[in-house]
């Protein structure tokens, strides 16, 4: 818990011109983020994960029935979905391929 804070918090205080470079960007912690739509840094969404990862370990001590419980009833039309035979799903794409010819 404490390294995803750290993690979190550490972009927002920790900036340093080595990090502006292309090959180190990447990290997060640069002084100007790049003009990129698509740019996310390993800092802080690492932080974010390791938060994820120790609830989840927390789940699986402390409440394991959550985890592997049945699955409630409005469900059961998402699990038939990938229940079929693989040839099912072969015959479905002959057929509409044959269908688009």
Do not use: C, K
Not at 4 to 28: E, K, Q, Y
Not at 58 to 65: A, K, P, T, Y
């Amino acid at each position: 818990m404490i390294a995803g804070a750290v993690a979190i918090a550490l972009p927002h205080v920790v900036h340093d011109p080595f990090f502006d470079s292309r090959l180190t960007n990447w990290i997060g912690l640069m002084t100007h983020r790049p003009a990129t739509e698509d740019y996310v840094p390993v800092l802080p969404w690492i932080g974010v994960m390791w938060w994820g990862m120790a609830a989840g370990q927390w789940l699986l001590v402390h409440h394991r029935d959550w985890l592997t419980g049945p699955l409630p009833s409005f469900t059961d039309a998402t699990i038939s979905v990938g229940d079929r035979d693989p040839a099912d799903h072969t015959n479905q794409l002959r057929s509409a391929a044959q269908a688009l010819n």
